[in-house]
């Protein structure tokens, strides 16, 4: 049967619905520790600590941190997986441990290094047998495996056994096999690692559509920035556990103290500019005899029109091109300014 007439269309524009105000995720104090041992002795590390936080319908955030920040720990307490040791949690209006079995029926969980797929059974039956868990009537089922096939390209696999797929193949069969059942809230542990450029960026261009067509709530940790900047709006940064910024990703930056960089082409050969004294610019590098030239500003205390016009009064500029301070950067810098204790105004609202 064809999902025509039964689920919406998703659209394939980059539009997002208005979050609506509701609460999907709320944590007030959320704190998990872990006794390991150290030698003979044992001692207690804080893989989340005191996060409070409110997710609203609708959002797309993305959640980061360095290795061992604690984002995984995190997303097995929204889920129900882990129980915390201290704070309250409450995901999609459920207790997560207490209302696992209902709360599954609303969040779909993607583990980008584990599978929640049969290895030996063809994707449609690992699928037939997720729809069967949830319960799902054979109408919608076969609408939603319907487009998800679509989707998600999957026709050419889908009697294939999950253990032969490619990496970006069994990508889509995880994300199908999370989203089955429509959930409210999708929470995406690294789902492009390993991806190659068109895998990741199909899979991203499914999720944006995914989420216009049904206002999905995405929340995702990755390692990728190009993922945070495609998908998210919103980014949350953990580090040691702890929250150290909530805000847009251009704020991210700014919170960073992250440097934009105008790159200009001159009409001719140029020593390299100095116009330091003009604006507070610093020159990066020339290229082609300074043909191409590079100078890193700092947006909190100038412009890029500022500094464009300091060069043009000095040299001609055929052409310019701002970019973007680079992501990873930015949180390594991030890290750097907010560690012990973090610096709790780099957090935008909570
Ligand atoms: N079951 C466990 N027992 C003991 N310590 C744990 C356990 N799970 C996590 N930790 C510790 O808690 C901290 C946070 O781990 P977590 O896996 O949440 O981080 P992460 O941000 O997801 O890291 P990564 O990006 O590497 O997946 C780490 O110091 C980790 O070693």
């Known amino acids: 049967m064809s999902a025509e007439g039964l689920l919406p269309r998703a659209r394939g524009s980059a539009e997002v619905p208005a979050a609506t105000g509701e609460t999907v995720v709320e944590t007030v104090g959320l704190t998990r520790r872990f006794t390991v041992r150290d030698g003979v002795r044992r001692r207690q590390v804080s893989a989340v600590e005191d996060l409070t936080v409110r997710i609203g319908a609708g959002e797309a955030v993305g959640y980061i941190g360095a290795n061992g920040a604690g984002k995984s720990t995190t997303i097995k307490m929204l889920a129900g997986i882990l129980v915390p040791t201290a704070g309250t949690v409450c995901t999609c209006g459920l207790r997560p441990v207490k209302d696992r079995r209902r709360l599954a029926r609303q969040i779909g969980v993607v583990f980008g290094q584990r599978s929640q797929l049969w290895w030996d059974l063809p994707v449609w039956e690992s699928l037939r047998i997720l729809a069967a868990i949830h319960a799902l009537p054979a109408t919608r089922r076969r609408a939603r495996t319907d487009e998800l096939v679509e989707r998600l390209e999957m026709a050419e696999f889908w009697s294939v056994p999950v253990r032969q797929l490619s990496l970006g193949q069994r990508m889509r069969a995880e994300i199908a096999a999370a989203l089955l059942h429509s959930p409210r809230l ?51 940064v953990i580090d040691h556990g702890r929250l150290a910024f909530d805000g847009a990703l251009a704020g991210l930056a700014g919170a960073a103290g992250a440097d934009r960089v105008l790159v200009v082409d001159l009409a001719e050969p140029a020593a390299d500019l100095e116009v330091a004294g003009v604006v507070a610019a610093r020159h990066l590098g020339s290229e082609g005899r300074g043909l191409r030239q590079r100078l890193a500003f700092d947006p909190e ?35 750097a300014a907010t560690r012990h204790p973090p610096d709790a105004s780099a957090v935008e609202h909570s």
Do not use: N, W
């Open 186 to 236: 999708v929470i995406l542990d690294e789902p492009t690692i390993g991806l190659d450029v068109l895998s990741k960026q199909r899979l991203r261009e499914f999720l944006v559509e995914e989420r216009a067509a049904y206002g999905t709530t995405l929340l995702l940790t990755t390692h990728d920035m190009g993922d945070v900047a495609r998908l998210c709006e919103r980014v949350l």
């Open 301 to 335: 205390v100038t412009t890029a029109a500022r500094v464009l016009a300091a060069v043009s009064a000095l040299v001609e500029v055929v052409d310019f091109r701002v970019e973007e301070p680079d992501i990873e950067d930015v949180v390594r810098r991030l890290y």
